[in-house]
């Protein structure tokens, strides 16, 4: 497939859709030029979400096991102070860190139930109605839920200042996110965008793009966390969070356009349609129909691909902070400094991946998905084996190429599936990712605890079997695109 070396990586106007950014009229008031949704690029406010949802984590955590210390364990606030995570835990903490993270371990599994679930469900729906209505709804409304959830964080940690409560409430700034659709929810309609605004040779780029921001975000999040968290305290942080959420939803709302043309768009009660078990018997068929040649066996394979790396990340993070404190006595600013250099290695490699072997030495784009697996094994190896901290650090370089996986595999799905399907097809992706959490944070969890006062890094082991299945899959999928390299598509994801 051709590709133009000369192109902008972000483009706007990768499809004739009147896009543009325009001067403002003289003849409009500037409000009335201000509400004038009118531009394509989606990336500034998945940048400020996830750097917001990123600054978060840690702390979030931290409450948690405090909370679990006061008032579950009942220890003294002294005893139980280097659980916020601002100073290294001494040799009287850590005789009883166990004990708390066992419990706390279990309120982040629910959490993680709790969060993939409900969208799960709803994101079965999101996608056949996004075909119909438009992907701008849903953008508001996650993004929406997002800052609800940051407003009710800030409330818990304001009570918490005045007087200690259960660690179970803070699962209630997960309400508003999951039933506005999640994550979950925003990925599928992220990808639709980027499948309705760029054209085919442009797509594998323009995916990466998105990944690069929400990349960014969680790079600039985790940087500035343990920061930010040691010069304010968990409720200035939160107040932040929800203020950076705002503007993105500001963004969202006056400078993001609908990316489907407005004669595709349906009529009717779109609340009532979103209901429709049809869209769901739609959405079903559309995956399982016969398709020419092997088409629907790689859009299962992929899916399942991406599902399966999706189980691992979500299980790895369910317990990967409490398994770095364990094992290297890391504080927040330490995890938020390793999580920043994991974001700026993934995004310098990709970066290197895409310009280097994709565009300069012309690699296709399954072959570029079978390096990223293969650089997931790596990692994930040498995690479960490391005994320093150092040799965290090298993980991450050996795994450096794992942030071209999604965009590419995205990329696949987007050129074998119609562009009338890629909602439903995205849909039931990211339904199936959201559900992993459902089996990941469980097993996760309960190896971490069984293994924890031996050998905290062991379930990294699990993580090495699942992407050596995905590496597997992929190497399949090279298979059937170099036995049927005339036809169209396999020539696109071969290119």
Known sequence: MP??????IIDSDDEPLETGVVTPPTNRSFIKWLRRPRSLLLEPAVFLAFFGRFLTDAVYQNQILYQTCVTVLEYNATECEPFLGTN??????KKIEGQVQEYASTITMVSSILESTVPAIVSLFLGPWSDKFGRRPILLSTFTGYLVSAIILIVLTQITAATNISPWWFLLSSVPSVFSGGTCALITILYCYVGDVASEERRPMRMVTMEAALGLGMMGGGVASGYIYAATGASALFILVGTIISLALIYVYFFVKESLKSENLQGGSRIREFFRLDLVKVLVRTCIKKRENYDRAIIWMVMMSLTLCVFAMEGENTV???FMRKQFDYTVQDYSVFNAARAVIQLVGSTLAMVLLRRLLGVSTIMMTLLAFACCVLESTVRATAVY???MYLALILGMMRGVMSPMCKAILSTVTPSS??????????SLQSISPLGAAPLYTAVYQATVQFYPGIFNFISVGLYFL?????????GIQKSMGSGSVYQAIGS
């Open 320 to 322: 990967n902070y409490m």
């Open 470 to 478: 995905c590496y597997i899959m992929s190497a399949t999928l090279f």
């Open 3 to 8: 590709r133009d070396d000369e192109a902008p």
């Open 88 to 93: 290294r835990a001494s040799d009287e903490v």
């Open 389 to 391: 901290g150092s040799e």
């Open 421 to 430: 399907e890629l909602g439903k097809i995205f849909s039931l992706t990211t």
